[in-house]
């Protein structure tokens, strides 16, 4: 069965500092990692990944997939307070059929 | 676009009730999530359909959950009867293509079974 595991769960930091979330996953047929940020209401995307090695970068937010240790991670530098929320990542595999299968997600607080 | 529409966006229900709730995907989109949200589960995929045929419903909890796709543009999930421990946000998400792209969320519905 797919499996996505986060770490850590939850996670405060000041502003103006540089955070790393980790993302593990157990999948069939990999064919993509997505990551998500979700506010209040729905969880809006960040990345998709396919490939090892490729760094994608989104202004503060940068991510990087290792499909041979079967992991990513997801930084953010120079953090704000509109950085809070949960990540959460998310595994394609197994069929064809665009199935997502997420991680429980990591909550993270930056405090002024 | 107008995105993926759920709707009700709050429904506060008794226990034993019947609770149906409502998604209209993006236009063009061939593919359809059904999600649970707790805290202490996270994020739960239900079940999915391709093209309107439903793929995978082995998230599906109980058999008082059920998922209809009976259009492109329409689908529902339905509880029947509702439980406390039914209590969560529901998101409906959508996408297109085989593989390769995002899934768009809807705003969800949060549930509420008293």
């Known amino acids: 069965e797919d499996k996505v595991v986060q770490s850590p769960l939850s996670l405060v930091v000041h502003e103006g500092d540089t955070v790393t979330l980790n993302c593990s996953y157990e999948?069939?047929?990999?064919?993509?990692l997505l990551w998500y940020k979700q506010e209040k209401k729905a969880p809006t995307f960040l990345f998709m990944l396919?490939?090892?090695?490729i760094e994608k970068k989104s202004g503060r937010l940068s991510s990087i997939l290792d499909k041979k240790e079967l992991f990513s991670i997801l930084n953010i530098t120079a953090t704000q307070t509109g950085d809070s929320a949960i990540y959460l990542c998310?595994?394609?595999?197994?069929?064809?059929?665009?199935?997502?299968?997420f991680g429980t997600g990591t909550r993270l607080l930056v405090s002024p | 676009d107008a995105g993926v529409i759920q709707s009700p966006r709050h429904e506060v229900t008794e226990m034993g009730q019947e609770v149906t709730l409502r998604c209209k995907p993006i236009?063009?989109?061939?593919?359809l999530f059904w999600y649970r949200q707790t805290m202490m589960r996270g994020l739960e995929l239900l079940i999915y359909?391709?093209?309107?045929?439903?793929?995978?419903d082995s998230g599906m909890p109980e058999d008082r959950f059920s998922a209809k796709m009976p259009n492109a543009s329409f689908s529902t999930l339905k509880i029947q009867p509702s439980e406390p421990r039914d209590s969560a946000v529901y998101f409906c998400?959508?996408?297109f293509g085989a593989g390769s792209t995002e899934a768009f969320f809807g705003q969800g519905t949060r549930l509420t079974v008293v």
């Open positions: 359909f391709n093209n309107n045929v439903p793929i995978d």
């Open positions: 999948v069939t047929n990999f064919r993509s």
């Open positions: 998310a595994n394609r595999g197994n069929t064809g059929f665009q199935k997502l299968v």
């Open positions: 998400a959508s996408s």
């Open positions: 236009s063009g989109h061939n593919s």
């Open positions: 396919t490939s090892s090695g």
